[in-house]
Protein backbone atom coordinates (compact mmCIF):
# COMPACT_ATOMS: atom_id res chain seq x y z
CA UNK A 1 0.00 0.00 0.00
CA UNK A 2 1.03 3.70 -1.33
CA UNK A 3 1.33 6.69 1.09
CA UNK A 4 -1.75 8.92 0.48
CA UNK A 5 0.52 11.80 -1.06
CA UNK A 6 3.46 10.94 -2.87
CA UNK A 7 5.50 13.61 -4.59
CA UNK A 8 7.40 13.41 -7.73
CA UNK A 9 10.25 14.62 -5.57
CA UNK A 10 12.18 12.96 -2.70
CA UNK A 11 13.24 14.68 0.66
CA UNK A 12 16.56 13.71 -0.53
CA UNK A 13 16.82 16.77 -3.17
CA UNK A 14 14.79 19.41 -0.46
CA UNK A 15 15.44 19.18 2.99
CA UNK A 16 11.93 18.72 4.84
CA UNK A 17 12.96 21.47 7.35
CA UNK A 18 13.57 24.55 4.56
CA UNK A 19 11.41 23.47 2.46
CA UNK A 20 7.23 23.39 1.77
CA UNK A 21 4.76 21.67 0.06
CA UNK A 22 1.61 21.95 -1.31
CA UNK A 23 -0.53 19.23 -4.28
CA UNK A 24 -3.97 19.12 -6.07
CA UNK A 25 -5.36 16.14 -8.17
CA UNK A 26 -8.44 16.28 -10.40
CA UNK A 27 -8.41 20.31 -10.92
CA UNK A 28 -11.11 21.03 -13.69
CA UNK A 29 -9.00 23.45 -15.03
CA UNK A 30 -7.31 23.14 -18.69
CA UNK A 31 -3.82 20.99 -18.22
CA UNK A 32 -2.19 22.93 -21.13
CA UNK A 33 -2.92 26.24 -19.56
CA UNK A 34 -2.14 25.36 -16.27
CA UNK A 35 1.37 23.94 -17.41
CA UNK A 36 1.78 27.87 -18.98
CA UNK A 37 0.79 29.26 -15.18
CA UNK A 38 3.27 26.64 -13.69
CA UNK A 39 6.09 27.48 -15.99
CA UNK A 40 5.66 31.28 -15.29
CA UNK A 41 5.82 31.30 -11.53
CA UNK A 42 8.34 28.71 -11.29
CA UNK A 43 11.62 30.50 -9.33
CA UNK A 44 9.34 33.51 -7.58
CA UNK A 45 9.19 34.44 -4.22
CA UNK A 46 6.28 32.92 -3.00
CA UNK A 47 4.45 36.52 -2.08
CA UNK A 48 5.45 37.96 -5.64
CA UNK A 49 3.73 34.87 -7.29
CA UNK A 50 0.52 35.81 -5.45
CA UNK A 51 0.78 39.62 -6.18
CA UNK A 52 1.56 38.87 -10.01
CA UNK A 53 -1.24 36.11 -10.70
CA UNK A 54 -3.98 38.81 -8.94
CA UNK A 55 -2.66 41.54 -11.28
CA UNK A 56 -3.48 38.49 -14.38
CA UNK A 57 -6.94 37.60 -12.62
CA UNK A 58 -7.46 41.95 -13.13
CA UNK A 59 -6.16 41.62 -16.81
CA UNK A 60 -3.22 44.14 -15.80
CA UNK A 61 -0.27 41.74 -16.78
CA UNK A 62 -0.49 38.80 -18.65
CA UNK A 63 1.28 34.78 -18.71
CA UNK A 64 3.00 34.04 -21.38
CA UNK A 65 2.17 30.90 -23.48
CA UNK A 66 5.32 29.13 -24.20
CA UNK A 67 4.15 25.67 -24.43
CA UNK A 68 0.92 24.99 -26.08
CA UNK A 69 0.15 28.21 -27.86
CA UNK A 70 -1.54 26.95 -31.17
CA UNK A 71 -4.03 29.41 -32.00
CA UNK A 72 -3.07 32.02 -28.62
CA UNK A 73 -3.71 35.43 -29.38
CA UNK A 74 -0.99 38.18 -29.68
CA UNK A 75 -0.54 41.41 -27.25
CA UNK A 76 1.32 44.01 -25.94
CA UNK A 77 1.37 43.13 -22.96
CA UNK A 78 3.61 40.68 -24.14
CA UNK A 79 6.42 43.00 -24.46
CA UNK A 80 7.09 43.90 -20.93
CA UNK A 81 7.79 39.83 -19.92
CA UNK A 82 9.53 39.46 -23.50
CA UNK A 83 7.03 36.47 -23.88
CA UNK A 84 8.40 34.47 -27.16
CA UNK A 85 5.84 35.44 -30.26
CA UNK A 86 4.51 37.89 -27.78
CA UNK A 87 1.70 35.67 -27.11
CA UNK A 88 0.19 35.85 -23.45
CA UNK A 89 -3.22 34.76 -22.12
CA UNK A 90 -5.34 35.28 -18.82
CA UNK A 91 -6.10 31.75 -17.88
CA UNK A 92 -8.68 32.92 -14.99
CA UNK A 93 -9.58 29.68 -14.29
CA UNK A 94 -6.50 27.73 -13.86
CA UNK A 95 -4.61 31.42 -12.36
CA UNK A 96 -7.27 31.00 -9.26
CA UNK A 97 -6.77 27.47 -8.65
CA UNK A 98 -3.12 28.27 -8.68
CA UNK A 99 -3.54 31.13 -6.16
CA UNK A 100 -5.76 28.74 -4.32
CA UNK A 101 -2.47 26.00 -4.12
CA UNK A 102 0.08 29.26 -3.30
CA UNK A 103 -2.51 30.05 -0.39
CA UNK A 104 -2.01 26.46 0.80
CA UNK A 105 1.97 26.73 0.53
CA UNK A 106 2.42 29.24 2.33
CA UNK A 107 0.06 28.24 5.67
CA UNK A 108 2.50 24.84 5.51
CA UNK A 109 5.37 27.23 5.91
CA UNK A 110 4.07 29.22 8.44
CA UNK A 111 3.49 25.55 9.91
CA UNK A 112 6.44 24.84 9.87
CA UNK A 113 8.24 28.55 11.29
CA UNK A 114 9.84 28.91 8.17
CA UNK A 115 11.25 32.51 6.75
CA UNK A 116 8.36 33.20 4.02
CA UNK A 117 10.18 36.34 2.42
CA UNK A 118 13.38 33.52 1.68
CA UNK A 119 11.09 31.22 0.69
CA UNK A 120 11.06 30.30 -3.69
CA UNK A 121 8.93 28.35 -5.80
CA UNK A 122 11.58 25.64 -6.33
CA UNK A 123 9.42 23.09 -7.95
CA UNK A 124 6.16 23.13 -10.22
CA UNK A 125 4.85 19.91 -11.73
CA UNK A 126 1.42 19.69 -14.15
CA UNK A 127 0.75 16.23 -15.09
CA UNK A 128 -2.50 15.31 -16.97
CA UNK A 129 -5.04 13.76 -15.36
CA UNK A 130 -7.64 11.36 -16.44
CA UNK A 131 -9.97 13.04 -19.01
CA UNK A 132 -13.37 13.74 -18.31
CA UNK A 133 -15.32 11.98 -21.33
CA UNK A 134 -18.80 13.59 -22.46
CA UNK A 135 -20.52 13.11 -26.01
CA UNK A 136 -21.59 16.13 -28.37
CA UNK A 137 -23.93 15.19 -30.79
CA UNK A 138 -23.11 16.01 -34.82
CA UNK A 139 -24.21 16.40 -37.95
CA UNK A 140 -26.03 13.09 -40.02
CA UNK A 141 -26.00 11.45 -36.30
CA UNK A 142 -22.76 11.44 -35.59
CA UNK A 143 -21.45 11.19 -32.04
CA UNK A 144 -18.02 13.04 -31.34
CA UNK A 145 -16.22 13.77 -28.42
CA UNK A 146 -16.31 16.30 -25.78
CA UNK A 147 -13.54 15.98 -23.53
CA UNK A 148 -12.51 17.72 -20.78
CA UNK A 149 -8.43 17.62 -19.69
CA UNK A 150 -8.15 18.48 -15.81
CA UNK A 151 -4.89 18.12 -14.46
CA UNK A 152 -3.00 17.06 -11.18
CA UNK A 153 -0.39 20.34 -9.76
CA UNK A 154 2.49 20.00 -7.18
CA UNK A 155 4.30 22.79 -5.68
CA UNK A 156 7.45 23.03 -3.48
CA UNK A 157 8.64 25.98 -2.20
CA UNK A 158 12.03 25.92 -0.52
CA UNK A 159 14.63 28.13 1.48
CA UNK A 160 17.65 29.01 -1.80
CA UNK A 161 21.04 27.78 -0.97
CA UNK A 162 24.68 29.93 -0.76
CA UNK A 163 26.03 30.26 -4.20
CA UNK A 164 28.80 27.64 -4.76
CA UNK A 165 32.06 28.58 -6.56
CA UNK A 166 32.88 26.90 -9.78
CA UNK A 167 35.69 24.78 -9.58
CA UNK A 168 38.54 25.94 -11.06
CA UNK A 169 39.97 23.42 -14.00
CA UNK A 170 43.01 21.62 -14.68
CA UNK A 171 44.79 22.59 -17.55
CA UNK A 172 44.26 20.00 -19.81
CA UNK A 173 47.51 17.70 -20.51
CA UNK A 174 49.34 18.99 -24.35
CA UNK A 175 48.84 16.09 -26.73
CA UNK A 176 51.38 16.06 -29.60
CA UNK A 177 48.88 16.99 -32.23
CA UNK A 178 47.84 20.00 -29.91
CA UNK A 179 51.71 21.34 -28.98
CA UNK A 180 51.89 20.97 -33.05
CA UNK A 181 48.77 23.42 -33.31
CA UNK A 182 49.91 25.64 -30.97
CA UNK A 183 53.18 25.90 -32.59
CA UNK A 184 51.47 26.83 -36.07
CA UNK A 185 49.50 29.45 -34.55
CA UNK A 186 52.28 31.91 -33.52
CA UNK A 187 54.22 31.61 -37.18
CA UNK A 188 53.36 35.66 -38.11
CA UNK A 189 51.04 36.01 -41.31
CA UNK A 190 52.98 36.82 -44.45
CA UNK A 191 56.47 35.15 -43.23
CA UNK A 192 59.36 36.21 -45.20
CA UNK A 193 63.05 36.94 -44.06
CA UNK A 194 63.56 39.97 -41.06
CA UNK A 195 66.30 41.73 -42.87
Not at 3 to 12: E, G, K, L, Q
Not at 16 to 45: D, E, W, Y
Not at 151 to 167: D, F, N, S, T
Request: a positive charge; glycine letters at 6%; one cysteine or more.
Amino acid sequence: MGRSSTYSVDDDKFDPSTSCKARASQLRTHFKKMINVGRFIRGMKIDNAIAYLEQVLEKERAIPFKQHRAGCGRHAQAKIISAPGDQVGWPVKSVKFMLDLLANLRANAESKDLDIDNLYIRHVQVNQAIKMRRRTFRAHGRIGPYMRNPCHVELVAAVKGEPVEKEKRPEPLLTRKRMAQLRRAKVPIGGGVDE
